[in-house]
């Protein structure tokens, strides 16, 4: 027969409750997103080195996420990651200027979750958002939700909508962020001409390359696929192509400093005045050598930045 349970002690008892909570807590660390996931440069095994070099990117998935509004820059996508490593350290900037295209219209999370995001990360930047979709701009100035918001209206494929917004805000931006449409033929449009408006020392920040590698997409330009635009940058960058058919058909664009993708998007880098000693030319010599061809070869490639 078995003997009656002796009542449990209350210290048995709280012991009991803290491990159960425990349990639970840790659960629910792994199903929903809490303070510990939310750190997402903070490893199962522990803080990453990540977390260290880079603690804008959680500054931004932070701030993102604590927006009555959140942008899908931190949800479906991981954009912290690069407007962490290169926007988070801007925070206190003076004459901060920055052009965002799309405000975001179609939504479901709402209209202007990344001005949100900018405003709280950048709080005295001088914002520019451009939009195609005129009567929401509209519907939002009437709501009031804009505040004192520049916006620009038009299509961003369109150059002469382009020189419009240049002429509206007067270029000379910082950073600069297409977020529009995402087809090939408008980010190549606009970047074509934004790119000279972009300061030295500045940031272009290209979201969502995927959407150009659909076969639409790829069918109606197969010559200005923006990844390929990117990968062939990167080619430039690196090495030297020399039969140059590359380099004639996506040229670097003049002062490019680097080119870093990440899942879905790329950053583009325009060297800071005065750094000669990251430019092309400086290097013609060095890289002839490298290679073991003579300097006029790589001449052509090298002059043209
Ligand atoms: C993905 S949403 C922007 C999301 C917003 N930045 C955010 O993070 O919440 C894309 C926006 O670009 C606008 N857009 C689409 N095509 C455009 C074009 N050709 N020119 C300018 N804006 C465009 C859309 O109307 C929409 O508001």
Known sequence: MRSPRKPLSRDAVLVGVA????????????????????????SLS???????ALPGVDLVFQTATSQKRVTDKVTRHSYDLMYGTFLAPLAHKSNLKMLEIGLGCAQSYGVGASVDLWRTLLPTVELWEAEFNEDCVKEQRA?????????????QSDPDTLKRWIAESGG?????IDDGGHKNFQIKASFDLLWPELKPGGFYFIEDLQVGRGAKATRRNPDIIISDIMQAWTEQL????LNQEQA????????CAFVM??????????????????SRPSRMAQVARDIGVPERLVQDLYLQD
């Open 143 to 155: 709501a009031g939700t804009l505040g004192d918001l520049n916006v620009l209206v038009g299509d």
């Open 261 to 278: 993708c990440q899942l879905d998007a790329c950053v583009v880098g325009k060297r800071p005045d005065g750094f000669e000693r990251w």
């Open 19 to 42: 491990l159960a909570a425990a349990t639970v807590t840790g659960l629910l660390a792994f199903v929903a997103p809490g303070p510990a996931e939310n750190r997402r440069l903070t």
């Open 46 to 52: 522990g803080p990453s080195a990540m977390e260290h």
């Open 238 to 241: 690196l090495v030297i192509n």
């Open 248 to 255: 004639r058909k996506h040229p670097l664009p003049k002062g």
């Open 172 to 176: 000379a931006f910082d950073v600069i």
